[in-house]
């Protein structure tokens, strides 16, 4: 019989929760040291439970749990504070990030890098900073380790990408090299310049970080042809608010 595993004060980010039974919770989290985890939180919806004030997303917590089963069962979380709760546009962003993180990674598959990257885009988005930059590098970072993402360093023939040439990226085939005004063929055609600073993860101006926005939602869509819900969702109440403002 395997052994119960407990593990004990490990930060966390609470990506969901749902109800389960009569009074307990269902949590999806996503840990530094141990990637996407299920955990029961036993009787977190009853009046006098301890939790009820401290399951909250967007910010670190601190969680233990114990257990051999995939569903492992939550014995004591704390906040650990840091950050506001994100309202507006901002919350879209943050509820855009936890969707990719339960759509795109494995249960226990652990991605500290990407872990630190999800930390600084919510302490980005709940400070009301600008999250764009932030935005791309955690999608680029979430594509890298979940083993999506393609080889921008070099081209179909194995040559290192110049700044100054354009390369068409298609998400199931080596960059090529190509003419800017060449046919996208599925893809789309970028200079090698933004591919070093996505790569890079700094962009030189906001005419960059909207060419990355093309490029990681390229990439985003394809292993996600269903959609992604809160792009979704943003996308209907900007365009409910022009119909009025119209």
Not at 52 to 76: D, N, Q, Y
Not at 197 to 212: N, R, S, T
Request: glycine share 6%; hydrophobic share 40%.
């Amino acid at each position: 019989m395997a052994q119960t595993q407990r593990v004990n004060h490990q930060q966390v980010f609470l990506l969901s929760s749902k109800p389960w039974r009569e009074n307990s919770l269902w949590l999806e989290v996503f840990s530094r040291e141990h990637g996407r985890l299920a955990l029961l939180a036993r009787s977190a919806r009853t009046r006098g439970s301890e939790l009820r004030g401290i399951l909250v997303p967007f910010v670190p917590l601190s969680a233990s749990w114990f257990g051999r089963e995939e569903l492992k069962t939550l014995h004591r979380a704390e906040w650990l504070g840091g950050w506001p709760q994100p309202h507006g546009r901002a919350l879209f962003s943050a509820l855009y990030a936890n969707e990719l993180l339960l759509k795109l990674t494995a249960r226990e598959d652990p991605h500290p890098l990407l872990f630190d990257e999800l930390a600084a885009l919510m302490r980005r988005i709940c400070q009301n900073e600008n999250p764009v930059a932030a935005l791309r590098r955690f999608e680029w970072t979430l594509l890298r380790e979940t083993g999506y993402a393609p080889d921008l360093t070099r081209d179909a023939a194995g040559r290192p990408l110049a700044d100054d040439a354009h390369y068409r990226l298609h998400p199931e085939r080596m960059l090529e090299e190509t003419a800017t005004d060449a046919p996208e063929q599925g893809g789309i055609i970028v200079p090698g310049s933004l591919l070093r600073q996505l790569v890079a993860g700094e962009f030189a101006d906001g005419d960059a970080l909207q060419q990355a926005v093309r490029l990681t939602r390229l990439l985003i869509d394809f292993r996600l042809p269903e959609g992604v819900a809160s792009r979704r969702v943003l996308q209907q109440l900007q365009d409910m608010r022009r119909t009025v403002g119209a």
